[in-house]
């Protein structure tokens, strides 16, 4: 079991037998318990991510349609697809193994943005960093959870 913070709420995350279960407690003191991928906050966050990275590829050059663009969403939204996977894998080794490929596909996305500023596409990075970086740390947790 692992007690997550952030801000004024704490996560608990277990997984008994078969059932992964994430004990959520905010400031208020409401409990619940994640049974969807959907509940999980690094899910929530992750997806904003997607959402984000979307809305401004849509301003890059036509020519980085079927490259960086793709690159960069393709990476962005393998992120919250392998938490949703690894969600409902059974076995620890699994669903470890999907939640490192996500942490793997966030690093990917960095490196994305980083070149995207490079050719001079983008040139806010720092928009991402704080939602990348809490996503990172999320995701840590999550692994080290379960191992």
Same mark, same amino acid.
């Given at each position: ?39 999980? =906050?690094?899910? $929530? %966050? ?16 036509? !020519? *980085? ?19 949703? =996977?690894?969600? $409902? %894998? ?16 966030? !690093? *990917? ?39």
């Amino acid at each position: 079991m692992i007690c997550l913070r952030e801000g004024r709420e704490s996560k608990q995350h277990t997984v008994v037998g078969n059932q992964e279960k994430t004990n959520m407690q905010t400031s208020t003191g409401r409990q619940g318990k994640a049974n969807r991928f959907e509940d999980l =906050e690094v899910w $929530k %966050k992750s997806h904003e991510l997607v959402l984000k990275i979307y809305k401004i590829t849509k301003e890059f050059p036509s !020519e *980085e349609k079927f490259g960086l663009v793709s690159q960069m969403r393709r990476s962005a939204v393998s992120i919250p697809a392998n938490i949703a =996977e690894g969600f $409902k %894998k059974r076995g620890l080794k699994d669903k470890s193994n999907f939640y490192n490929i996500a942490q793997g596909s966030l !690093e *990917e996305l960095r490196y994305y943005l980083i070149l995207s500023k490079d050719l001079g596409y983008y040139d806010n990075k720092k928009d991402f960093h704080e939602l990348m970086e809490i996503i990172g740390k999320m995701l840590y947790g999550l692994v080290k959870s379960i191992q």
